[in-house]
Every structure is written in C-alpha cells, then in structure tokens.
C-alpha cells in the first residue's frame, strides 16, 4: 500500500471531540500534493492518525452550506 501525503493548509474549525482525544475537523487538505480541498474526518492529537472522512471541492462546499441553511 503507498504512504497518502498530505498538509493541512488551514485548520477552519472542530466540529466535535471524541472521548480518547481524537476531534472531528473541518480543514483544507491538499493531499498527494494536490490542490487543497475541504476535509472533514477524524484527527488523532497529533494529527498523525486519521479516520475516514470526506473531501469537498469548493463547489460542493458552497452547495452542503446551501442545504444546511435550508434544513436547519
């Protein structure tokens, strides 16, 4: 399995916080040095670790705030 390469270019916001540490987090990622995409997932402190999450284009962002709006 090849090692995934990511930076997070810029910590936004946590939306949560698990009982061990680990938060759930709104970053933009640029992964496999890729232009940077909004993440949400899991972090372990260190920001070593993750769980599974998913990556927003900037398109897709605008559209889930969009939704949200209409829903909450």
Do not use: C
Not at 37 to 55: A, V
Request: charged share 40%; glycine share 8%; proline share 3%.
């Amino acid at each position: 399995m090849s090692d995934i390469k990511f930076e997070i270019k810029q910590e936004i916001g946590i939306l949560s916080e698990g009982s061990k540490g680990w938060t759930k987090e709104l970053n933009l990622v640029s992964w496999n040095g890729a232009d940077p995409k909004y993440d949400i997932r899991e972090w372990s402190p260190d920001h070593e670790k993750m769980g599974k999450g998913i990556t927003l284009k900037k398109e897709e962002a605008k559209k889930l705030k969009e939704l949200l709006e209409k829903a909450i």
